[in-house]
């Protein structure tokens, strides 16, 4: 049950004073980075504002409490906008909150079940090709607040949303454009100054002043979204029906992996920062937790946020106290200081989520990927990336996934060789089995399996052939790691083609693996134990006693 001790439990061996301040303090900071962000993360995934800081607070809170890292920050992220946007266009606030809730019963059933050191299976293509795939359509999602064009409806697919920009160009407001570039660059520059206090922060407090202090005729989150609640999120059970959970089943195991895949590895990043060792399988769970109780209070989905776990270690947390100082903090500004965002600019919010989108793409690896990668592995990331951007995330992980697994299998299945050893001297014989082999009546044919012997190869087995002349044909197995029951069948056909022509058939050197699997088989009693031996040697020399 260690592997599911929330890691709040652990901390408290050797917790002080002096880190109980530092904790606060982070928090606090942390807090201050989470406004802006939440905000605008749950406007660009067309829920309201306020959503945005319910994830934060509620789903912060249970990943901070339940959850196997000291240090993590969780609330909502850039990875789901994508999905959230699609799943709210098409089947409503029930429809995100249903999907939310199933996807933490998945992240807790995998924390159970000890899936934490699964997700390590997910191949780098997919993750690089899908997170390049969202940063574009994030980045794209966010040209209209940011050029201030007025449409009505701004279609959630990727390649109509340009059409429909490029038909509404001419609508551009150049005040707000100016005012989201202005945003834009004190971001960029604002690092150089201080990195106490985070850019986007002040590029929303700048440009709110400018905009209100000067009447600039820009959209803001008021105009757009009116009066904002200062309430605490309240408890909210949405209209289930069995063909509502039936459809969002597949967005579910999407904001599921997605969320393991993010937390799991901005914990990585931070036990790497700390000197830390996070529980993977207490992470999931916590996952699971915050994103069950997000979806009940009104919340989005949720995970690990990477930049705002970063920040917290920077600013002297090492704690989940930080995690629940920053939950406690964005309460009170949610109840104090909420009315406020009202006057912020949408062109801001915009400006903000496309400095997001371009830091969380990683086009280095891209690019590397693409020149230096297998074929298999370039047209698995690439078909990722434009599934990603022209579907949506869900077909896309779907695709990479089964895609990628057949290419593993087509790659596994390459590997495995039957050869037929015809004369001394063959690579990888020794000069004693050499002495023997030149002394081998032909009525003796030794054949060497190397490689992993499962469905995809078990045809390679075919190449084991008999001649008229044969009596005894040796099979050495010392290079197959593994056997799976595709091959274990063919092997038996083999076996007993071979005993109706008289043939037998001697196993040499088989593995701890295919063994076991021969053994549960029944195989090894029906082909007769003594036909196994340990080594080649002894092998040709009972294939030898035999004729």
Known sequence: MNELRPKLFDVFKDYNRNQFIKDVISGIIVAIIALPLSIALAIASGVSPEQGLYTAIIAGFFISFFGGSRVQIGGPTAAFVVIIYGIVADYGKDGLIVATILAGIILVIMGICRFGALIKYIPYTITTGFTCGIAVTLFVGQLKDFLGLSIDSVPSEFLPKIISYGENIMTTNVTAGLLGLLAVVIMVLWPKVTDKLPGSLIAII???????????????????????????????????????????????????????????????????????????????????????????????????????????????????????????????????????????????????????????????????????????????????????????????????????????????????????????????????????????????RVFEISGPLFFAAADKLLAINSKTFTKVIIIRMRSVPAIDTSAMRTLRELTERANKKGITVVFSHVNEQPMSVMEKDGFVEDNGRENFRPNIMEAIEYASSLI
């Open 206 to 444: 700048v440009t709110t002043l400018i905009a209100n202090f000067a009447h600039l005729q820009v959209n803001t989150i008021g105009s757009v979204f009116g009066s904002l609640s200062s309430e605490f999120p309240g408890f909210e059970m949405p209209q289930i029906t069995f063909s509502l959970v039936q459809k969002m089943i597949s967005p579910a195991f999407t904001i599921a992996i997605l969320a393991g895949i993010e937390s799991l590895l901005s914990a990585v990043v931070a036990d790497g920062m700390i000197g830390d060792t996070h529980k993977s399988n207490a992470e999931l769970v916590g996952q699971g937790l915050g994103n069950i109780f997000s979806g009940l209070f009104g919340g989005i989905p949720a995970t690990g946020a990477i930049a705002r776990t970063a920040a917290n270690v920077r600013n002297g947390g090492r704690s989940p106290i930080a995690g629940i100082v920053h939950c406690i903090t964005l309460s009170i500004i949610l109840v104090v200081l909420m009315p406020l965002a009202a006057m912020i600019p949408m062109t801001t919010l915009a400006a903000v989520l496309l400095v997001v989108a371009a830091n969380m793409a990683d086009w280095k690896s891209f690019f590397r990927i693409c020149k230096t990668a297998p074929k298999s592995d370039i047209v698995v990331m690439v078909s990722v990336f434009a599934l990603t951007v022209i579907f949506d995330l869900v077909v896309a992980i779907e695709f990479g996934v089964v895609l990628a697994a057949l290419l593993f299998m087509k790659r596994m299945s390459d590997t495995a060789h039957v050869d037929g050893w015809k004369y001394a001297g063959e690579p990888e014989v020794t000069e004693g089995e050499a002495a023997k082999l030149l002394a081998l009546p032909k009525s003796i």
